[in-house]
Every structure is written in structure tokens, then in C-alpha cells.
């Protein structure tokens, strides 16, 4: 079905803009019209036309880049909060979504928020109209699905945006705190970059004419800088070569339970990709089993969250155990992988009846906890790099130092 770009008024008079699927132009003009939209722009996006007809070429067809931009998980947070808040306060939900197009300055969610309001107005519910948007994830359409089902949308809207933001508080804080190791490294590679391939030559060069031996820790300097000038291209070659077979590699099932595996069991650093993992999942069981997702279901949806075959192995034998009617804290025992507070606050919470509540609680505690571990790390992490860079520029400068020291010793005697 080809999809059209409108731009138009809407009956309070304000200007709104968005996307609409239908059969041809004057199905959707008729569309809008029933919305309220009175049109002064409709073309057909390029992306979607396919054997135009007569028709559609009397169209002015325009390529449309927001269709590939991605979705900032702010903005579906607060995007999701405000259609929380618009159904809680009555509004039908093809008005709530209307309006929620207004107010989304994004022009990609506009557009996919508008689909989804003509779906819902065709007769399809929430929860599938958002499925074939393919761009909400299987935790989203899970819990709005669940929501529908329940007569609880607004509240599962409330705790998906709460969900979503808590993820953006946490990217945001670990972000954060990287950016300066991060703008530290960068600035050794610039300096270290600019010292071999500029000012060492040129001394090594007067070196030279004065027919004087350099160290072999020059020659090794001058010879790699040289190398490096000549050969960058096969250098970048090799680079992208081990990254296409790192990259062959993770996509194998083993590949990729060996490189999670390392990762958990790296020094100082595993211990932090083990916390935000089981944050991460946690949260995420928390939110889907207060949407009122099955428990089974829940846990095949959450495992993905944590990003890591070994864990997710663990979780998909609790869910076997659950399935087999047994409890959920005894297989994450067994399986090793999880903390014991973690595995005894979940036997808490399943034996009192409040599972969200506790799963809740760890993934609140282990958040925190990551945000001290990365805290801590950078702090370690800015004296070594700070280290590693003088180190390699002394080295530099002393490969250029000695031989110019003999110089002058020389000339002296």
C-alpha cells in the first residue's frame, strides 16, 4: 500500500504534518478529511512507490531521509509518557494518537506514530498496528499487547516509559563518565601521530647529514613511522580484515558464547558487564511482569536484554524450570551465574507474592553499583592512560634527544 507525506491544518487551526498509508491520493485525502486535516500538501513517498500509475505521477514525489533515522529512546520515552497521559485522561485512542503526532517533533516517529493511527482506525488494535510498524521492539509490543488485553494500557504505557527512561538515565551516566578517557586517549594517539610521521623525521634527517650513528630504538622509530607512510593502506586493510572475521566469528553461536564467557570472567572489568547484564534483565522481568506478560513469556522476551549467551543460557533453563512448574530461583542458582542476593531475593519475592517488586529492587541496587564500578574504573583508567602517554612520548623524544646529546659531545671534544 504506498504511503503519502501531508502537510495540512488541523480544525483548531494549528499546521501538522505526517505520513498516511492508503489505496491512492484520494483515499487519502478522505483519510485526513475524517480526521480533521484539511490538506494544503500531499505527495507520495519515493521509498514506497513501486509501478507508479498515471495518477501517481501527477504527484510531487520527494525522497524522504527521516524514514531511515533512528528513533531516539528519549523521545519514545517521553512519546510513550504522553500517550500514557492522554488515554488516562479519557481520550480515545485514534484522538490521543493524533494529537501525540502533533506534539512529536521527530519527523520519523511522526510519521510511524501516524501509521499507526491509521491502522488503529481501520480497526486493528494497538498492539498489532504497532508490530507491523516493525519499529517498536518485542518487549514494547509484548507489554502494549498485554496492556490491551488486561484493560491496563495506561499503566503499562506509564511503566514502559518508565522503563525506557531508566535506560536512557543509565546509557547517559556510563556515557558520561567514559568521555573523558575517552577524549584522553584520542589526544595521545594525535599527539604520538604528529611526533613520529612529523617531528622526528626532520631531525633524523640533520642527524643523517652529520653522518652520525642513530640508537637502534631511533632506526626502530624511524623505520615504523616510514612503514607506516608507505603501507597505511595495507595496515587499514589488515585492521578491516580482522574485524570482518571478529565480526564472522560473534555471529556463530560458540563464536559468541566464548566472547561472552571472557567477558565475564575478565578482571575488575567483568565484574561490571555482569551488573549491568543482570540490571538490565532484571528491570526489563520486572517491567514485563507488571504489564502482565506470563512469566514464561516474559523471560523469553527479557534474556535478550542482557546481551550475553551465557547468561541467557541460565535464564532459558529457569525458563524450562518455571514451564516444568518449578521455582525460578533454583536453575539461577544452579546455573553459577548469578550473585546469591540476586538468586535469594527472587525466592523471596516468589515465595511472598511480590517478584516485580524485588526484581525491581536488585535491578536498582546492581544500577547503582555499575555506576560506582565505571566511576571507579575511569579513575584508575585516567592515571594509566595519562602514563601510557607520557611514556611514549619520552620514549619519542629520547630516541630524538640521545642522538642530538652525542652530537654535541662530540662537537665539544
Same mark, same amino acid.
Given at each position: 500500500?504506498?504511503?503519502?507525506?501531508y502537510k495540512?491544518?488541523t480544525?483548531a487551526?494549528?499546521n501538522?504534518?505526517g505520513f498516511?498509508?492508503a489505496?491512492?491520493a484520494r483515499s487519502?485525502?478522505?483519510?485526513?478529511?475524517?480526521?480533521?486535516?484539511f490538506?494544503?500538501?500531499?505527495?507520495?513517498?519515493?521509498?514506497?512507490?513501486?509501478?507508479?500509475?498515471?495518477?501517481?505521477?501527477?504527484?510531487?514525489v520527494?525522497?524522504?531521509?527521516s524514514?531511515?533515522?533512528?528513533?531516539?529512546?528519549?523521545d519514545?520515552?517521553?512519546?510513550?509518557? $504522553?500517550?500514557?497521559?492522554?488515554?488516562?485522561?479519557?481520550?480515545?485512542?485514534?484522538?490521543?494518537?493524533?494529537?501525540?503526532?502533533? $506534539?512529536?517533533?521527530t519527523?520519523?516517529?511522526?510519521?510511524?506514530?501516524?501509521? &499507526?493511527?491509521?491502522?488503529?482506525?481501520?480497526?486493528?488494535?494497538?498492539?498489532?498496528? @504497532?508490530?507491523?510498524?516493525?519499529?517498536?521492539?518485542?518487549?514494547?509490543?509484548?507489554?502494549?499487547?498485554?496492556?490491551?488485553?488486561?484493560?491496563?494500557?495506561?499503566?503499562?504505557?506509564?511503566?514502559?516509559?518508565?522503563?525506557l527512561?531508566?535506560e536512557?538515565?543509565?546509557?547517559n551516566?556510563?556515557?558520561?563518565?567514559?568521555?573523558?578517557?575517552?577524549?584522553?586517549?584520542?589526544?595521545?594517539?594525535?599527539?604520538?601521530g604528529?611526533?613520529?610521521t612529523?617531528?622526528?623525521?626532520?631531525?633524523?634527517?640533520?642527524?643523517?647529514?652529520?653522518?652520525?650513528p642513530l640508537p637502534?630504538?631511533?632506526?626502530?622509530i624511524?623505520? @615504523?613511522?616510514?612503514? @607506516?607512510?608507505?603501507?597505511?593502506?595495507?595496515v587499514a586493510?589488515?585492521?578491516?580484515a580482522?574485524?570482518?572475521?571478529?565480526?564472522?566469528?560473534?555471529?556463530?553461536?560458540a563464536?559468541?558464547?566464548s566472547?561472552?564467557?571472557m567477558?565475564?570472567r575478565?578482571?575488575?572489568?567483568?565484574?561490571?558487564v555482569?551488573?549491568?547484564?543482570?540490571?538490565?534483565?532484571?528491570?526489563?522481568l520486572?517491567?514485563?511482569l507488571?504489564?502482565?506478560?506470563?512469566?514464561?513469556r516474559?523471560?523469553?522476551?527479557?534474556k535478550?536484554?542482557?546481551?550475553?549467551?551465557v547468561?541467557?543460557?541460565?535464564?532459558?533453563?529457569?525458563?524450562?524450570?518455571?514451564t516444568?512448574? $518449578?521455582?525460578?530461583?533454583?536453575?539461577l542458582?544452579?546455573?553459577?551465574?548469578?550473585?546469591?542476593?540476586?538468586?535469594?531475593?527472587?525466592?523471596?519475592?516468589?515465595?511472598?507474592g511480590?517478584?516485580?517488586? @524485588?526484581?525491581?529492587?536488585?535491578?536498582?541496587?546492581?544500577?547503582? $553499583?555499575v555506576?560506582?564500578?565505571?566511576t571507579?574504573?575511569?579513575?584508575?583508567?585516567?592515571?594509566?592512560? &595519562?602514563?601510557?602517554?607520557?611514556?611514549?612520548?619520552m620514549?619519542i623524544?629520547?630516541?630524538?634527544?640521545?642522538p642530538?646529546?652525542?652530537?654535541?659531545s662530540?662537537?665539544?671534544k
Amino acid at each position: 500500500m504506498p504511503v503519502y507525506a501531508y502537510k495540512g491544518v488541523t480544525q483548531a487551526g494549528r499546521n501538522t504534518r505526517g505520513f498516511v498509508d492508503a489505496d491512492s491520493a484520494r483515499s487519502a485525502r478522505a483519510k485526513l478529511r475524517r480526521d480533521g486535516v484539511f490538506l494544503t500538501d500531499l505527495s507520495e513517498s519515493a521509498a514506497e512507490q513501486q509501478g507508479a500509475t498515471s495518477d501517481a505521477k501527477s504527484l510531487n514525489v520527494s525522497f524522504d531521509l527521516s524514514r531511515f533515522r533512528r528513533i531516539a529512546p528519549l523521545d519514545l520515552a517521553l512519546a510513550t509518557r $504522553q500517550l500514557s497521559t492522554l488515554i488516562g485522561a479519557g481520550v480515545p485512542l485514534v484522538e490521543a494518537l493524533s494529537a501525540l503526532a502533533e $506534539q512529536v517533533e521527530t519527523a520519523r516517529l511522526k510519521g510511524v506514530i501516524g501509521k &499507526i493511527r491509521d491502522r488503529v482506525n481501520e480497526g486493528s488494535t494497538l498492539g498489532d498496528a @504497532m508490530a507491523q510498524a516493525g519499529t517498536f521492539s518485542d518487549l514494547y509490543v509484548g507489554m502494549v499487547h498485554a496492556g490491551e488485553a488486561g484493560g491496563a494500557l495506561e499503566q503499562v504505557l506509564a511503566r514502559l516509559a518508565e522503563y525506557l527512561e531508566s535506560e536512557v538515565r543509565l546509557r547517559n551516566k556510563v556515557g558520561s563518565i567514559l568521555i573523558y578517557p575517552s577524549v584522553m586517549f584520542g589526544f595521545a594517539l594525535i599527539v604520538v601521530g604528529v611526533l613520529v610521521t612529523v617531528v622526528l623525521p626532520q631531525i633524523t634527517e640533520l642527524l643523517a647529514s652529520l653522518n652520525q650513528p642513530l640508537p637502534f630504538y631511533t632506526r626502530a622509530i624511524i623505520e @615504523m613511522a616510514r612503514f @607506516m607512510k608507505s603501507y597505511w593502506w595495507a595496515v587499514a586493510a589488515a585492521l578491516l580484515a580482522v574485524a570482518i572475521l571478529i565480526r564472522a566469528v560473534l555471529r556463530t553461536q560458540a563464536g559468541r558464547a566464548s566472547v561472552d564467557r571472557m567477558k565475564l570472567r575478565l578482571p575488575v572489568v567483568g565484574r561490571t558487564v555482569r551488573l549491568l547484564a543482570i540490571s538490565r534483565f532484571t528491570r526489563t522481568l520486572s517491567t514485563l511482569l507488571a504489564g502482565g506478560l506470563p512469566i514464561v513469556r516474559a523471560l523469553d522476551t527479557a534474556k535478550h536484554v542482557a546481551n550475553n549467551v551465557v547468561l541467557g543460557a541460565a535464564i532459558d533453563a529457569a525458563r524450562d524450570s518455571v514451564t516444568e512448574g $518449578q521455582s525460578l530461583a533454583q536453575p539461577l542458582r544452579a546455573s553459577g551465574e548469578f550473585p546469591p542476593i540476586v538468586v535469594h531475593m527472587v525466592e523471596v519475592g516468589e515465595r511472598s507474592g511480590e517478584l516485580e517488586s @524485588m526484581l525491581e529492587k536488585i535491578a536498582q541496587t546492581y544500577e547503582d $553499583q555499575v555506576e560506582t564500578s565505571v566511576t571507579r574504573l575511569t579513575a584508575l583508567l585516567e592515571p594509566l592512560l &595519562i602514563l601510557l602517554m607520557v611514556g611514549i612520548v619520552m620514549f619519542i623524544i629520547a630516541a630524538t634527544l640521545v642522538p642530538l646529546l652525542q652530537i654535541t659531545s662530540s662537537i665539544g671534544k
